[in-house]
């Protein structure tokens, strides 16, 4: 039996669909949202996996071409791969529900999102949250939603639930907020330099509607789910609890409170590594419970701590940010590069700028085609004094460096005024806790090295939060530890008049008003402290870009004249590239991209280029080559690709006389001096090397050609539309 629901969210229907498709999962929806279709299968194993200490929850976000009527690009022609934006969407999806699962449930769980259709007014994003919390809530998986998820957007100074795309467009805030009836569970946004005051307004707003839509999924659970099943929750045997209770608790509390990172490390191992040993004799076989009772123990004195007598780990008080310090210039040959130093976190951040032609081509399901702006976070074992392979990128680098990209996205200078494709990498050289923040100051520091003319200077803070009842503590700028053992993540990246970037994720069952309100009002303290510490190591991007970055120079042609540029087969434009050593970038509107580290070059490109497509002028002198020879006359080509003919009345002889013969006066390859005096109705050229008498000639082309592009320069591709938030 199919049932249907529906729901008016932004003035466009929600419907929900269940029991026609995917019956054998444990429980699957099929959410419609405009003309935005997903399905949506939640399953979980029928015994808990044996042998681990932690939930084993996998999200998949599965893109389908199909759903926006391509065939995929490929060489196999069908999806690969996950495409960035399906793995930043699985995260997405994932982060909101991981918490709501119960302490100590050891059984697989999948939830698997297909994009069947995409309107691009009605994000699939949100059909995949909301989906997959209905999914779960309708099956017999332990789970304590419903989770609601909308969009808001802030258009002329109003908050807008679910923008469409052409508000989005005009937005300057792109927020998405999850939670359940009574608390904010994740928050993502991207701003252009929101105040605190308005985005606790937006994640409010947005809330309030995440609690109607609670209520209509908890509508559908009782209309069509079915009970939950009973499981075993795990916790280790009362008596191995108390035994390591015994042994370990005091001398944990000693070892823990270090300020340096690898001693608390070496000294809290070493007693594990006894109480396991002291323990096994006891309780042999169990060393996973012993390790779940020693990782409670650790918790609870660093939490107590906190709550307690307003002791971190590492000495510092609720309020305090480590150590800063920052370093720009490190890499001669490279086009910026930043340093930044945050306690034990150390990131290095390498600037490159591009041509136009270097931008990314997207192959994702939303309507942009290409990337200007890439940046990349990379996370080496070595950071954390480990050994483990090197992999490529995975969901947390992606992840790292998506949040990093939406925080300096909005400063970065207009494609009009700068028209470099720019790529920052961050290498993670240290970590003990927000090295994505890290990311985003020392990105800020590489681009001002650079000579890139940001907007305002971008820095970062993560904050956390550990709630004990009644208590309640916010700390700014965690270490990994208190990430770790805290109740939240929350990352803050902005400039000093307002929010860039913000993401939020919790632990426990969610946060309220008065809690994000304090952890914003810190965060921003924190970041202002941060940002004036990055100021003092350079205040101002340089006002010259790095000498080995390339320069770029716009011309404008008429679009009737690109193929002349392009020649056949190409021919044109690579014997161009090859003699001047640029490289060239034509748009459909008649914009050429010329782009060279080298000046004299780049010129000659332009040169090259204004003959290639000027039109030949009635009545003006040129230097031209003899192309071949007639008996009535010689052909001589005065631009390139373009000839005229003098004909044999119209050279002059040496001694001023009659000529006989053609061959007498001219060969091929001459030059001559001649005069357009004819451009007939089919476009036939008469030159005169008489009527040219004793006129300088030129070819034609202004020798300096327009100002090169330093550090700004004429507009690329209006077309081509910039990044995503």
């Given at each position: 039996?199919?049932?249907?629901?529906?729901?008016?969210?932004?003035?466009?229907?929600?419907?929900?669909?269940?029991g026609?498709?995917?019956?054998?999962a444990?429980?699957?929806v099929?959410i419609?949202?405009?003309?935005?279709?997903?399905?949506?299968?939640?399953?979980?194993?029928?015994?808990?996996?044996?042998?681990?200490?932690?939930?084993?929850?996998?999200?998949?976000?599965?893109?389908r071409?199909?759903?926006?009527?391509?065939?995929?690009?490929?060489v196999?022609r069908?999806?690969?791969?996950?495409?960035?934006?399906?793995?930043?969407?699985?995260?997405?999806t994932?982060?909101?529900?991981?918490?709501?699962?119960?302490?100590?449930f050891?059984?697989?769980?999948?939830?698997?999102?297909?994009?069947?259709?995409?309107?691009?007014?009605?994000?699939?994003?949100?059909?995949?949250?909301?989906?997959?919390?209905?999914?779960?809530?309708?099956?017999?998986?332990?789970?304590?939603?419903?989770?609601?998820?909308?969009?808001?957007?802030?258009?002329?100074?109003?908050?807008?639930?679910?923008?469409?795309?052409?508000q989005?467009?005009?937005?300057?805030?792109?927020?998405?907020?999850?939670?359940?009836?009574?608390?904010?569970?994740?928050?993502?946004?991207?701003?252009?330099?929101?105040?605190?005051?308005?985005?606790?307004?937006?994640?409010?707003?947005a809330?309030?509607?995440?609690?109607?839509?609670?209520?209509?999924?908890?509508?559908?659970?009782?209309?069509?789910?079915?009970?939950?099943?009973?499981?075993?929750?795990?916790?280790?045997?009362?008596?191995?609890?108390?035994?390591?209770?015994?042994?370990a608790?005091?001398?944990?509390?000693?070892?823990?409170?270090?300020?340096?990172k690898l001693?608390?490390?070496?000294?809290?191992?070493?007693?594990?590594?006894?109480?396991?040993?002291?323990?096994?004799?006891?309780?042999?076989?169990?060393?996973?419970?012993?390790?779940?009772?020693?990782?409670?123990?650790?918790?609870?004195?660093?939490?107590?701590?906190?709550?307690?007598?307003?002791?971190?780990?590492?000495?510092?008080?609720?309020?305090?940010?480590?150590?800063?310090?920052?370093?720009?210039?490190?890499?001669?040959?490279?086009?910026?590069?930043?340093?930044?130093?945050?306690?034990?976190?150390?990131?290095?951040?390498?600037?490159?700028?591009?041509?136009?032609g270097?931008?990314?081509?997207?192959?994702?399901?939303?309507?942009?085609?290409?990337?200007?702006?890439?940046?990349?976070?990379?996370?080496?074992?070595?950071?954390?004094?480990?050994?483990?392979?090197?992999?490529?990128?995975?969901?947390?680098?992606?992840?790292?460096?998506?949040?990093?990209?939406?925080?300096?996205?909005?400063?970065?200078?207009?494609?009009?005024?700068?028209?470099?494709?720019?790529?920052?990498?961050?290498?993670?050289?240290?970590?003990?806790?927000?090295?994505?923040?890290?990311?985003?100051?020392?990105?800020?520091?590489?681009?001002?090295d650079?000579?890139?003319?940001?907007?305002?200077?971008?820095?970062g803070?993560?904050?956390?939060?550990?709630?004990?009842?009644?208590?309640?503590?916010?700390?700014?700028?965690?270490?990994?530890?208190?990430?770790?053992?805290?109740?939240?993540?929350?990352?803050?990246?902005?400039?000093?008049?307002?929010?860039t970037?913000?993401q939020?994720?919790?632990?426990?069952?969610?946060?309220?008003?008065?809690?994000?309100?304090q952890?914003?009002s810190?965060?921003?303290a924190?970041?202002?402290?941060?940002?004036?510490?990055?100021?003092?190591?350079?205040?101002?991007?340089?006002?010259?870009?790095?000498?080995?970055?390339?320069?770029?120079?716009?011309?404008?042609?008429?679009p009737?004249?690109?193929?002349?540029v392009?020649?056949?087969?190409?021919?044109?434009?690579?014997?161009?590239?090859?003699?001047?050593?640029?490289?060239?970038?034509?748009?459909?509107d008649?914009?050429?991209?010329?782009?060279?580290?080298?000046?004299?070059?780049?010129?000659?490109?332009?040169?090259?280029?204004?003959?290639?497509?000027q039109?030949?002028?009635?009545?003006?002198?040129?230097?031209?080559?003899?192309?071949?020879l007639?008996?009535?006359?010689?052909?001589?080509?005065?631009?390139?690709?373009?000839?005229?003919?003098?004909?044999?009345?119209?050279?002059?002889?040496?001694?001023?006389?009659?000529i006989?013969?053609?061959?007498?006066?001219?060969?091929?390859?001459?030059?001559?001096?001649?005069?357009?005096?004819?451009?007939?109705?089919?476009?036939?050229?008469?030159?005169?090397?008489?009527?040219?008498?004793?006129?300088?000639?030129?070819?034609?082309?202004?020798?300096?050609?327009?100002?090169?592009?330093?550090?700004?320069?004429?507009?690329?591709?209006?077309?081509?539309?910039?990044?995503?938030r």
């Open positions: 039996m199919v049932h249907k629901f529906e729901y008016d969210l932004a003035g466009r229907p929600l419907v929900v669909e269940s026609e498709l995917a019956a054998q444990g429980g699957s099929l419609r949202y405009g003309d935005t279709v997903c399905l949506v299968a939640a399953t979980a194993s029928k015994e808990p996996r044996q042998g681990v200490d932690f939930f084993p929850l996998t999200v998949d976000y599965e893109e071409s199909y759903a926006i009527g391509k065939i995929p690009g490929s196999f069908r999806e690969g791969r996950p495409t960035e934006k399906a793995i930043l969407t699985a995260r997405l994932d982060r909101p529900l991981r918490p709501l699962f119960p302490e100590g050891r059984n697989d769980v999948q939830v698997v999102t297909t994009v069947l259709s995409v309107d691009h007014d009605n994000p699939p994003e949100l059909c995949s949250i909301i989906g997959a919390s209905a999914a779960l809530s309708i099956s017999d998986i332990p789970f304590a939603g419903p989770v609601g998820a909308v969009m808001v957007g802030l258009v002329g100074g109003d908050l807008v639930l679910n923008p469409t795309r052409a989005a467009a005009e937005s300057s805030l792109h927020l998405i907020v999850a939670g359940t009836r009574d608390a904010v569970i994740m928050v993502e946004a991207g701003a252009d330099e929101v105040s605190e005051e308005t985005m606790l307004e937006a994640i409010m707003f809330h309030k509607h995440v609690r109607d839509l609670v209520g209509f999924q908890e509508g559908i659970a009782h209309s069509i789910g079915v009970p939950k099943r009973q499981v075993a929750l795990h916790r280790p045997p009362e008596e191995l609890e108390r035994a390591v209770r015994e042994h608790t005091a001398r944990l509390a000693v070892a823990v409170m270090n300020e340096d001693e608390r490390e070496v000294h809290t191992a070493a007693v594990m590594d006894e109480t396991r040993a002291s323990i096994a004799e006891s309780f042999p076989e169990q060393s996973k419970d012993v390790d779940t009772v020693l990782h409670d123990i650790l918790k609870e004195l660093v939490r107590d701590s906190i709550v307690r007598k307003g002791r971190r780990p590492d000495g510092r008080s609720p309020a305090d940010i480590r150590q800063v310090s920052g370093a720009v210039g490190l890499l001669r040959k490279a086009h910026g590069t930043g340093l930044f130093t945050r306690g034990q976190t150390q990131v290095l951040t390498i600037a490159t700028l591009g041509c136009v270097d931008v990314q081509r997207l192959f994702d399901l939303s309507d942009e085609e290409f990337k200007r702006y890439m940046h990349h976070y990379n996370f080496p074992p070595y950071s954390v004094g480990e050994t483990r392979p090197l992999r490529g990128p995975g969901r947390r680098e992606i992840g790292h460096g998506a949040l990093a990209e939406r925080a300096l996205e909005p400063v970065l200078p207009d494609e009009e005024d700068f028209p470099y494709t720019i790529r920052l990498v961050s290498e993670v050289l240290a970590s003990n806790g927000s090295t994505s923040m890290a990311s985003v100051c020392g990105s800020t520091l590489a681009l001002m650079a000579g890139v003319p940001i907007k305002a200077p971008v820095a803070v993560a904050m956390g939060l550990v709630q004990e009842g009644d208590r309640v503590a916010v700390l700014s700028d965690i270490q990994g530890l208190e990430d770790h053992l805290g109740d939240m993540d929350f990352k803050v990246a902005g400039t000093e008049h307002g929010i970037a913000l939020m994720d919790i632990k426990s069952q969610g946060v309220t008003e008065s809690v994000l309100r952890a914003l810190q965060a921003k924190g970041r202002l402290h941060i940002l004036g510490k990055m100021l003092e190591v350079i205040p101002a991007p340089r006002p010259e870009l790095s000498p080995y970055a390339p320069r770029i120079i716009v011309l404008q042609i008429d009737d004249k690109i193929r002349e392009i020649g056949p087969g190409g021919k044109v434009i690579n014997k161009i590239i090859a003699e001047t050593d640029v490289q060239i970038d034509i748009e459909d008649g914009r050429i991209f010329i782009a060279s580290v080298d000046e004299d070059g780049a010129r000659r490109a332009v040169e090259m280029i204004q003959n290639l497509t039109d030949v002028e009635l009545g003006r002198t040129y230097r031209g080559k003899v192309m071949r007639m008996t009535f006359g010689a052909f001589v080509e005065i631009l390139p690709g373009k000839e005229g003919l003098v004909r044999i009345g119209e050279l002059t002889s040496p001694g001023g006389g009659r006989e013969r053609i061959e007498d006066v001219v060969k091929v390859g001459d030059e001559l001096t001649v005069k357009v005096i004819e451009i007939d109705r089919q476009g036939r050229i008469n030159l005169s090397q008489r009527a040219a008498g004793g006129q300088p000639a030129g070819p034609g082309a202004d020798p300096q050609g327009p100002e090169l592009a330093k550090t700004r320069g004429p507009s690329p591709l209006k077309r081509r539309r910039g990044n995503r």
